[in-house]
């Protein structure tokens, strides 16, 4: 199962962190590799790290460069500068093509892997959870959330675990797609406001291209009544099963603060409870394997 | 001739309030007069034209170009699909299958060069658009960089819009959330950056790693402090630590939430909002000394 989010900052890795915690049986994928924060909640203890190496950049050998400008006339992404005097390859707008080492006469380029991304691999008090560290400025990041659900996936076959719980990343792009691909549920979670409510049409048009069992939970519901009853009505009509609504709850960033999630921190404030309803509602659902 | 003047407002972790400030900081900058532009470059979830009731002005699309293989021509050399670091290129050279996948391709121009039987020729390939509309009561344009769903990066549409329409007075940017290339892409076009970040555990995880990013391209910024009240002091500590600018704190109001919801400025409701922003554009250009009117 994939949690998602069109529009950032809904409670999306909040909502994961509260049914992870009620999960008996579990493993966790922090997906959002750009703004992984699932381990700080949860404080892993590290078994595995890996280096992920995405993408690559152009160096240039200052002892070979004559400053023909070749390179420079041939890069597509305007990464170049070529003076007489000096080439220079910009580490932000090199797309990685590698053209210039091609066109080079004088084989003064080279490819350079990034390795700074690292993929972890580690135990916490609900079982075991896989998260992805994307370094600044890297791309390929649909590439790491694919090696984040590959390492899952196994760690699940290894641990005869069934479910997989994936913390997506928000948007609807390239890492999106990867995160949710090959799961069964994709759980939207959007909030009453006319911003998430636009992303959330936009993520709903895509999944409409897959077949998953598309969920959606609209977190503090109650701050606008009004677009939250919008929400219910784009449920109805695009067939799309409402999970549940949480109501807008301080104690979920107090808790959050001291590292706990709102199931652990007032399991019988509202929202706790609503959290909880959600969980009963997608996993003992028939069609999911029960936990 | 004025300086163009580029303000990004980013923020690590997505939904800290981007948009609620770059919309109001543009909204109260306009109205006093000022030569201003928005942008919106969060190309995957452009919502920013919500807040303003607008005059649609000019459309631009934004395309790329991809390869066609032309099979008559084509000898199953190979030499294409290995000049490609993207992928792009499936070929079956035993089987005579070759086939361009349009979505990989990041038109780089290595697999044209790479022939030698002038058999690729490119096509036009959509990528998105780039709105532009004139705001109602006020001057000011409001551009949006919109992706076509599917597309693999927003970063060509996030650099059209920017490129195609900085002004020559101020333009404030709305960057996609994250530190990845759509983030970097804004920012690099920008002379500061406003990091908008809440006191959360996530919200200064996140925010340490923009800082590290506009450190490391040697941007100056500053640092807003959203929905202050819910969560801890953690935040604070850190700016301080690291002795970066606090512009502003904003506090916790289900009112500003709500306002935010519709769809509605805030500086409309609470009189004196629409000076803490014209305050803290004078600060940025007093500090920083470039593009003041």
Not at chain 1, 115 to 141: H, Q, W
Not at chain 1, 205 to 232: G, M, P, T
Request: proline share 5%; aromatic share 8%; hydrophobic share 40%.
């Amino acid at each position: 199962m994939a949690v998602i989010s069109g529009k950032g900052g809904t409670g999306k890795s909040n909502l994961v962190a509260s049914l992870v915690s009620m999960a008996p049986s579990v493993i966790l994928a922090d997906c959002d590799v750009d703004a992984a924060n699932q381990h700080i909640l949860f404080q892993p203890r590290v078994s595995a790290e890996e280096t992920f190496t995405g993408s690559e950049n152009a160096v240039i050998d200052e002892k070979k460069c004559t400053h023909c400008g070749i390179c420079a006339n041939h890069c597509r992404f305007g990464a170049i500068q070529c003076t007489p005097e000096q080439t220079k390859i910009s580490d932000i707008f090199c797309d990685g093509c590698a053209f210039c080492v091609t066109v080079c006469p004088e084989d003064a380029i080279s490819m350079q892997k990034h390795n700074k991304s690292r993929l972890y691999t580690g135990d916490f008090r609900y079982g075991e959870m896989v998260y992805g560290i994307l370094a600044p400025g890297e791309e390929n990041s649909g590439k790491l959330v694919n090696m984040v659900k590959a390492n899952a996936r196994n760690l699940a076959r290894k641990k005869q675990i069934q479910n997989i719980i994936i913390d997506g990343p928000p948007g609807l792009g390239c890492p999106v797609i990867s995160s949710i691909s090959g799961t069964t549920d994709v759980v939207v979670v959007c909030e009453p406001s006319l911003t998430a409510i636009h992303d959330l049409e936009r993520v709903l048009s895509l999944l409409e291209k897959y077949k998953f069992r598309v969920w959606i939970v609209i977190n503090k519901f109650d701050l606008n009544l009004a677009l939250a009853r919008i929400i219910e009505n784009i449920c109805h009509d695009r067939q799309v099963t409402l999970a549940g609504k949480i109501p807008f709850d301080e104690n979920v960033v107090k808790g959050m603060t001291i590292c706990k999630t709102i199931t652990e921190y007032k399991p019988d404030s509202p929202a706790a409870k609503a959290v909880s309803r959600i969980y009963n509602q997608i996993f003992c659902d028939e069609k999911m394997s029960p936990l | 001739m004025q300086t163009p003047f580029r303000i990004a407002v980013a923020s690590g972790k997505g939904g800290t309030g981007k948009t609620l400030f770059s919309s109001n900081m543009y909204a109260s900058l306009a109205r006093q007069g000022k030569d201003v532009a928005f942008i919106d470059c969060d190309a995957e979830e452009p919502n920013a034209g919500i807040f303003f009731e607008t005059e649609f002005f000019r459309h631009e699309q934004v395309t790329q170009e991809v390869p066609v293989i032309d099979t008559e021509k084509c000898t199953f050399c190979n030499q294409c699909h290995d000049a490609c670091r993207y992928h792009a290129i499936f070929s079956l050279p035993d089987s005579q299958i070759i086939q361009v996948i349009d979505d990989l391709c990041h038109d780089c121009g290595a697999c044209y060069y790479a022939c030698r039987f002038d058999a690729i020729k490119p096509k036009v390939f959509p990528l998105g658009d780039v709105n532009t509309y004139h705001c109602k009561g006020y001057d000011g344009k409001l551009v949006e960089a919109r992706m076509h769903a599917g597309v693999y990066s927003p970063v060509k549409i996030i650099d059209r819009a920017i490129q195609n329409n900085s002004m020559s007075g101020l333009t404030i940017l709305d960057s996609p959330p994250g530190t990845s290339c759509p983030f970097i892409h804004t920012v690099a076009h920008s002379e500061y950056v406003i990091l908008i970040t809440e006191s959360t555990p996530f919200g200064v995880n996140d925010l340490k790693q923009a800082v590290e990013v506009l450190k490391e391209m040697n941007i100056p910024f500053g640092v807003v402090v959203n929905r202050v009240g819910l969560g801890n002091d953690e935040v604070f500590r850190y700016l301080k630590k690291e002795k970066i600018d606090l512009l502003w704190q904003i506090p916790f109001d289900k009112r500003i939430a709500r306002l935010y919801s519709e769809g509605k400025l805030v500086i409309d409701a609470y009189p004196g909002w629409d000076q803490e922003f014209i305050s803290i554009y004078e600060f940025i250009v007093g500090k920083y000394g470039i593009g003041s009117n």
